[in-house]
């Protein structure tokens, strides 16, 4: 079965960079996302509850 995929677009607030993360999960009703890629700058944390986004430079959370 294809996984569902899609694109968060990132933008740290603090230091204005930008990129896009693809997301993916088993389909449109699954729980369980998994992080394909995260852009160059950017880096994730998962947790029990989810992913995570923070700036690399500055070290800000990041908001999708």
Known sequence: MAREHWI???MCRRCEK????????????????QVESVPEGFRVIQ???GSSFYCSSCDG???P
């Open 18 to 33: 930008d990129g896009v993360a693809v997301l993916s999960a088993e389909d449109k009703l699954s729980w369980i996302v």
């Open 8 to 10: 968060e677009n990132l």
């Open 61 to 63: 959370p990041i908001e």
């Open 47 to 49: 947790s029990e509850y």
